[in-house]
């Protein structure tokens, strides 16, 4: 039953929630919860359970504000299993950043941090943070801490066949107790209970059927539509390296990766007919299941995931405007790391990608750590250590290249918690690759790269088609400003899209 000590509170209009739950619109998925104050539950926009009468539902922006209303999630549509969703944070960075760092575990774990200490880390005291987050979310950052772990928890119930000790250990609980403690407070059941109601046995693994030296973890990530996964998989295709990665015919993407210190195998592939992706987690070694939370969210942002298109393209009307075609749904392609970014755009400087790519499987072959799973060799993306120590005698291009790589590596090496803007203090890095790295790197959503060669043809081109040349550089960066300002803060998109529709190569970079 819906408290009376907590409101219900919705940024989206009602009539619009209405409809959008109504017509099981996975548009609006995770951007809104509904609470039905006669079953006590809270569903999501897709939920298939026949629609509740509109006087008997209540809307909120967020799970957590359900859960404080009193409320309990639907074992229906599973809203642990629902998109994320940013609109409802706002603007406020310190926010934002607190809660990314509770996130990717600041709280949680055998080294968990206080509150006081992530303030700290913040920057502001601990009671002003407790404001921030009680104004926001109506729930301390402990108590929002906390139901992280417990929503990620339940989806590794629905989802996997793990067992509830290491479900307990991926979540970030100390023990088994405190984790059927939390499930039992918040959900009125204990996990085994929950366990029960559901059926693991749908959840298809044809890899075992073959002996195994490691066994995957098997997870569904679910997104917004509209996605065009078919662009995106031609994006990693054309950019491949062997070894690391596999971009196969059944539009399966598969790779290394390295993420914070934890290294494994990660397969990605979208439903047939839902909008979510099937994944596949190989972890190299099994105490990193504790990691498991922090890479999941590594792979939402590596492939956008998150992402709202249908603000997004609103944005991108200056370039309908010109006349191009917008490609619905293309997304940012993540890489594996910021660093990788990094080296892919001093790869891939004044040379074709195909060059590129040959010049980065060379790199990857000579400096990458190999390791085997299941029988296959793996490379990982060479470190910053490999890559500052490296001779690179084996990649045919500029030395001033090659100094700028060993460079790089070496900043990064003695400076690990570095940004790429920090990087420019770096001979040979400039603002093109710092940008690259921000965009493919950090999925940062607003890089609009002006002074890409390709960029510059295709807008120099639509404005030709316009009958509006551009005569001059000054003129060309006039316009390229006052596109970028009416696409804020979706730049990064605006990128891709005149870069699929290059004439030349519709990959290019």
Same mark, same amino acid.
């Given at each position: 039953?819906?408290?009376?000590?907590?409101?219900?509170?919705?940024?989206?209009?009602?009539?619009?929630?209405?409809?959008?739950?109504?017509?099981?619109?996975?548009?609006?998925?995770?951007?809104?919860?509904?609470?039905?104050?006669?079953?006590?539950?809270?569903?999501?926009?897709?939920?298939?359970?026949?629609?509740?009468?509109?006087?008997?539902?209540?809307?909120?922006?967020?799970?957590?504000?359900?859960?404080?209303?009193?409320?309990?999630?639907?074992?229906?549509?599973?809203?642990?299993?629902?998109?994320?969703?940013?609109?409802?944070?706002?603007?406020?960075?310190?926010?934002?950043?607190?809660?990314?760092?509770?996130?990717?575990?600041?709280?949680?774990?055998?080294?968990?941090?206080?509150?006081? =200490?992530?303030?700290?880390?913040?920057?502001?005291?601990?009671?002003?943070?407790?404001?921030?987050?009680?104004?926001?979310?109506?729930?301390?950052p402990k108590r929002f801490a906390?139901?992280?772990?417990?929503?990620?928890?339940?989806?590794?119930?629905?989802?996997?066949?793990?067992?509830?000790?290491?479900?307990?250990?991926?979540?970030?609980?100390?023990?088994?107790?405190?984790?059927?403690?939390?499930?039992?407070?918040?959900?009125?059941?204990?996990?085994?209970?929950?366990?029960?109601?559901?059926?693991?046995?749908?959840?298809?693994?044809?890899?075992?059927?073959?002996?195994?030296?490691?066994?995957?973890?098997?997870?569904?990530?679910?997104?917004?539509?509209?996605?065009?996964?078919?662009?995106? +998989?031609?994006?990693?295709?054309?950019?491949?390296?062997?070894?690391?990665?596999?971009?196969?015919?059944?539009?399966?993407?598969?790779?290394?990766f390295c993420f914070s210190g934890?290294?494994?195998?990660?397969?990605?592939?979208? +439903?047939?007919?839902?909008?979510?992706?099937?994944?596949?987690?190989?972890?190299?070694?099994?105490?990193?299941?504790?990691?498991?939370?922090?890479?999941?969210?590594?792979?939402?942002?590596?492939?956008?995931?998150?992402?709202?298109?249908?603000?997004?393209?609103?944005?991108?009307?200056?370039?309908?405007?010109?006349?191009?075609?917008?490609?619905?749904?293309?997304?940012?392609?993540?890489?594996?790391?910021?660093?990788?970014?990094?080296?892919?755009?001093?790869?891939?400087?004044?040379?074709?990608?195909?060059?590129?790519?040959?010049?980065?499987?060379?790199?990857? =072959?000579?400096?990458?750590?190999?390791?085997?799973?299941?029988?296959?060799?793996?490379?990982?993306?060479?470190?910053?250590?490999?890559?500052?120590?490296?001779?690179?005698?084996?990649?045919?291009?500029?030395?001033?290249?090659?100094?700028?790589?060993?460079?790089?590596?070496?900043?990064?090496? +003695?400076?690990?918690?570095?940004?790429?803007?920090?990087?420019?203090?770096?001979?040979?890095?400039?603002?093109?690759?710092?940008?690259?790295? =921000?965009?493919?790197?950090?999925?940062?959503?607003?890089?609009?790269?002006?002074?890409?060669?390709?960029?510059?043809?295709?807008?120099?081109?639509?404005?030709?088609?316009?009958?509006?040349?551009?005569?001059?550089?000054?003129?060309?960066?006039?316009?390229?400003?006052?596109?970028?300002?009416?696409?804020?803060?979706?730049g990064s998109y605006l990128t891709?899209?005149?870069?699929? =529709?290059?004439?030349?190569?519709?990959?290019?970079?």
């Amino acid at each position: 039953m819906l408290s009376e000590q907590v409101e219900p509170h919705c940024s989206i209009a009602p009539q619009v929630c209405q409809q959008a739950r109504l017509s099981r619109d996975a548009r609006f998925d995770g951007h809104f919860f509904t609470g039905v104050l006669t079953t006590g539950i809270y569903c999501r926009s897709i939920c298939p359970a026949p629609a509740p009468h509109e006087k008997n539902v209540r809307y909120f922006n967020t799970a957590i504000q359900a859960a404080n209303a009193g409320l309990r999630p639907c074992l229906r549509c599973r809203p642990d299993s629902a998109p994320h969703s940013n609109a409802w944070r706002g603007t406020d960075t310190t926010l934002n950043r607190a809660i990314t760092m509770i996130e990717q575990g600041f709280l949680r774990g055998d080294n968990a941090g206080s509150v006081a =200490q992530l303030a700290d880390k913040l920057g502001i005291s601990s009671r002003y943070l407790g404001q921030l987050f009680n104004k926001s979310l109506g729930t301390s950052p402990k108590r929002f801490a906390l139901y992280q772990q417990l929503m990620f928890a339940k989806q590794l119930l629905h989802q996997t066949t793990l067992s509830m000790t290491d479900i307990a250990m991926a979540a970030g609980f100390n023990s088994i107790r405190r984790f059927n403690e939390v499930f039992k407070q918040q959900l009125l059941l204990t996990p085994t209970d929950l366990r029960q109601q559901h059926d693991c046995s749908h959840v298809s693994d044809d890899l075992t059927t073959t002996p195994l030296t490691l066994k995957p973890i098997t997870l569904t990530l679910a997104y917004r539509p509209p996605l065009n996964w078919a662009l995106m +998989h031609q994006f990693y295709g054309v950019r491949q390296v062997t070894n690391m990665e596999e971009v196969n015919d059944d539009g399966s993407y598969c790779r290394s990766f390295c993420f914070s210190g934890i290294s494994g195998v990660f397969s990605i592939k979208p +439903h047939s007919h839902k909008p979510q992706f099937e994944v596949k987690i190989y972890l190299l070694n099994p105490d990193d299941i504790k990691q498991l939370h922090s890479i999941v969210l590594k792979l939402r942002a590596m492939f956008d995931l998150d992402a709202d298109m249908q603000v997004i393209e609103q944005a991108l009307t200056p370039l309908i405007a010109l006349g191009a075609k917008v490609d619905v749904g293309l997304r940012i392609p993540g890489t594996g790391n910021v660093f990788e970014a990094a080296c892919r755009a001093i790869l891939g400087q004044q040379v074709s990608v195909l060059q590129a790519t040959k010049l980065l499987n060379t790199l990857v =072959q000579h400096y990458g750590e190999a390791f085997n799973v299941n029988g296959k060799t793996w490379r990982l993306f060479p470190t910053p250590s490999a890559i500052a120590q490296a001779s690179l005698n084996e990649l045919k291009m500029p030395g001033a290249r090659k100094l700028a790589l060993n460079a790089l590596g070496q900043y990064v090496d +003695h400076y690990p918690e570095s940004t790429p803007q920090d990087w420019l203090a770096v001979k040979g890095i400039g603002p093109w690759t710092v940008a690259y790295a =921000q965009m493919r790197g950090l999925s940062e959503p607003n890089v609009f790269l002006t002074t890409d060669l390709v960029i510059k043809n295709r807008l120099c081109a639509l404005h030709q088609l316009a009958a509006k040349p551009i005569e001059s550089t000054k003129i060309y960066t006039q316009i390229a400003q006052q596109i970028s300002q009416l696409a804020s803060p979706w730049g990064s998109y605006l990128t891709f899209q005149l870069w699929a =529709q290059d004439p030349l190569n519709p990959t290019k970079e």
